[in-house]
């Protein structure tokens, strides 16, 4: 956000692309308010950029050369990226896995692109950031030739396919020898840190805004983000040792010491357990509350923090620490937590359909 404003107040040419938050923070076609666009060459403005786009997608989805593959689409992934596009309709280039590649991103995207050319510009491409990578750009690959034959688009069969996500030389060596469509890869983390240092990923992800919250779901299940505002509690046994962290939505009352709970895994539905806690720590505390009119508050100085993360290492059993095959240390959230992610999943996966 603070590149964008920076480009916007003093000219800076921007390239790239945007976040899976971006895309999330919407909800739907009718939180873009203004809707015009001027064609590339200055001579006519377009009154409703988001009808034209709309009015794609039907032709998209009805195109015989497609066979009816694109049934409904995420609306609120296509109201991100129209708005995208009338910010930025030159350099037009869009994250397509925040809900699902081939049945909305991509259409999506095409939808975006097509309205574009209407009005002179030409889309950048897309960025495909998990699974399957080469297998998700041949399919683009195909529907790209699919829609320049069916709608006769010349170059939109070669619109730029990038990849990312975590890439190495040997994700990319295994890339080439698998066959891809991939024109450029995105390589971050490999390039500027050392394998033997590993560095520690942490990705910003939106779990909700004004109140709403909002979901992030991909084909790696590792990468969907949970939703809400939540709280995080550290549930210890008799031995002393922690036996699981667990996270509840804000509303919830708190886990309790002697109190039984039901701690349950993310996504996978039979994993769950019942745990009675000696002792409940809450590991989440608020510093800046992000509010103008609340005051931030003091940070423990950095020598404390340091101390107070050995102690909590040291807390955890060596079988969670060894060098060899550490035991995975267990996450969970609450029943409640639980059925409101596979709620929210569902609301926001577009429905395939089956010819």
């Not at 509690?233 to 009352?253: A, T």
């Not at 010491?257 to 002792?279: D, N, T, W």
Request: aromatic content about 10%.
């Amino acid at each position: 956000p603070g590149n964008v404003l920076a480009g916007h107040l003093f000219g800076i040419p921007l390239r790239g692309t945007h976040s899976h938050a971006y895309v999330s923070s919407y909800m739907s076609l009718d939180e873009i308010p203004d809707r015009t666009l001027r064609n590339k060459d200055g001579s006519k403005i377009c009154k409703d950029f988001v009808s034209l786009v709309k009015e794609w997608l039907c032709k998209i989805q009805a195109a015989d050369s497609l066979r009816n593959v694109f049934g409904d689409t995420n609306q609120s992934e296509l109201a991100a990226f129209a708005s995208y596009a009338l910010a930025f309709p030159s350099s037009f280039l869009a994250l397509v896995d925040t809900y699902d590649v081939m049945r909305s991103g991509i259409p999506n995207f095409c939808a975006v692109a097509l309205a574009l050319h209407d009005l002179g510009y030409k889309a950048s491409g897309i960025r495909l950031d998990s699974g399957d990578l080469a297998y998700l750009s041949i399919e683009t690959r195909k529907v790209f030739h699919a829609i320049e034959k069916e709608f006769n688009i010349p170059g939109f069969g070669k619109m730029v396919i990038t990849a990312s996500n975590d890439l190495n030389e040997e994700t990319i060596d295994a890339l080439n020898k698998q066959g891809h469509e991939v024109d450029a890869f995105g390589i971050g983390t490999y390039l500027v840190t050392c394998y033997s240092q590993a560095a520690l990923g942490c990705v910003f992800k939106l779990v909700e805004i004004n109140s709403r919250p909002r979901i992030k779901l991909s084909e790696d299940v590792a990468k969907v983000s949970i939703p809400c505002k939540k709280r995080c509690f550290r549930l210890y046994g008799k031995e002393g040792y922690p036996l699981v962290d667990i996270m509840i939505r804000e509303s919830e009352p708190s886990p309790k010491a002697g109190e039984r709970i039901l701690c349950r895994h993310p996504f996978l539905e039979s994993k769950r357990a019942y745990v009675v806690p000696q002792h409940v720590e809450e590991l989440l505390h608020c510093y800046w509350p992000g509010s103008s009119d609340k005051p931030r508050a003091e940070l423990p100085p950095l020598l404390k923090i340091r101390s107070r993360c050995m102690q909590q290492l040291e807390k955890l059993r060596p079988d969670h620490i060894r060098r060899l095959n550490p035991t995975p240390y267990k996450v969970s959230v609450s029943a409640k937590l639980y059925e409101f992610i596979h709620y929210l999943w569902l609301n926001e996966a577009p429905v395939g359909e089956l010819q």
